[in-house]
């Protein structure tokens, strides 16, 4: 295959597709929407099968355990695809909506109005499910996009496609609204990311060195995170059985995902009666731990954390924790060590939980509640395109709004300048 002749192909039909779907109507791209999650329910054997084939493919490829748990289509991941196309078409709209419309003295009305960005492309690694995700909220968004899965994903991914493409075709859009690149050369990303004549936005979704790697050689602006060293902190004077369902489940609830707590703080104060509660919790769910000094008085069998524990993104069964004097230090540790994703604040004190709030530099922060909500799902964006740590344009979980820019509009009756 002529890697570049075939993604210069890509790119011009997905440019002509955004026309037709940015000038479409709500209603239409609902259609397709609906249709597509009917299409996979239909094809749940087709999936289950397809799915089986590329999860062979990647244990006789030794993947990672996380990386084979990213890549598996449950029947219950199935199901979220379907709820979350069935959420994605019915929310608002944001394309064409006006806002901020005000009178000048000249008399003219200036205000902004949603637009759709264009052409998307999205890379990412191991999960199918993102294949739904991010089609659908592109779509819905006015949006074509051009999807890049892993290559250990590349048979599930196509199958979803064929549902996603019979979507399209039902409601009268253009196929090439929806694209997977079908190659596993990864010469197709290096073009994929260098073509800002067809492409608008990149969205990369995977591990950091991809993430570093498109970041540098992108020609085309990219919305990113590059990590998730997500922070809970336990305050001083904090209800002790909040405290530790939020630590558990924040951490223990699925490992492999960026919204994974993977250090603790705790407040010197709290340390005595919850440290050891903390620590049979977490040995119960083959958690190691790696600790400072302070903590292992009351957790022994834990191993001496390191400075780079303080940085890791573990993505497996392994915990950082520290105790800190007070919320100050709290915050200093999530200064320095964060990736700015998510960090979370167990507390009874308002005031420090809106200091917390405030100070956080991060694109989720949270009171008494665990960092695993921070996605687009849970935050009722109905699915994420991703998450963004970038501070322009689109930070947290990436829904429909992310997925549009506002241009400038100016409403007239005959008014010149003078």
């Not at 209800?239 to 490992?255: C, F, G, H, P």
């Amino acid at each position: 295959m002529d890697v570049e002749h075939y993604m210069a192909g890509l790119g011009r039909a997905a440019r002509a597709a955004s026309r037709v779907v940015a000038a479409s109507s709500t209603r239409v791209r609902n259609d397709a929407l609906l249709a597509a999650r009917d299409a996979l329910h239909g094809a749940r054997a087709e999936l289950a099968a397809a799915n089986a084939e590329d999860l062979e493919r990647g244990a006789a490829a030794g993947l990672a355990a996380a990386l084979m748990d990213r890549l598996e289509l449950t029947p219950a991941r199935i199901d979220t695809m379907l709820e979350g196309l069935t959420q994605v078409a019915g929310l608002p709209d944001p394309v064409g909506s006006i806002s901020e419309i005000n009178t000048r003295p000249s008399g003219i009305q200036v205000g902004r109005m949603r637009v759709p960005l264009g052409v998307i492309g999205i890379i990412y690694e191991s999960r199918p499910n993102v294949t739904v995700e991010a089609a659908s909220l592109c779509l819905k968004s006015g949006n074509a996009t051009i999807l890049r899965g892993g290559s250990e994903a590349l048979a599930s991914n196509m199958a979803i496609a064929r549902c996603l493409t019979a979507g399209l075709r039902s409601a009268g859009l253009p196929e090439a609204a929806v694209q997977v690149i079908e190659t596993r050369d990864r010469d197709a990303v290096g073009q994929l990311i260098a073509m800002p004549e067809y492409v608008d936005v990149i969205v990369p979704r995977g591990g950091k060195g991809l993430i570093e790697r498109i970041s540098r050689d992108a020609r085309v602006p990219v919305i990113k995170h590059l990590d998730g060293n997500c922070h809970v902190y336990i305050d001083e004077g904090a209800d002790e059985d909040m405290a530790l369902a939020i630590a558990v489940n924040a951490k223990t609830q699925r490992y492999g995902t960026c919204n994974t707590m993977e250090t603790l703080l705790v407040h010197a104060a709290m340390a005595e009666s919850l440290l050891p509660r903390l620590g049979e919790a977490y040995a119960a769910a083959g958690v190691e731990l790696r600790t400072c000094e302070r903590a292992r008085q009351w957790l022994p069998d834990s191993v001496a954390a390191t400075e780079e524990d303080w940085y890791e993104e573990y993505l497996g069964p392994v915990l950082a924790l520290r105790v800190v004097d007070d919320i100050d230090q709290a915050m200093d540790h999530i200064d320095i060590y964060s990736s700015q994703h998510t960090e979370s604040i167990v507390t009874r004190d308002h005031g420090r939980a809106m200091r917390f709030l405030r100070e956080v530099d991060s694109s989720s922060v949270m009171v008494n509640a665990s960092t695993r909500f921070a996605d687009g799902f849970e935050y009722g964006l109905g699915a994420e395109i991703g998450i963004s740590t970038d501070k322009i344009h689109a930070r947290g979980p990436v829904g429909l709004e992310g997925l549009t820019s506002q241009k400038y509009i100016v409403l007239g009756e005959g008014q010149v300048r003078t």
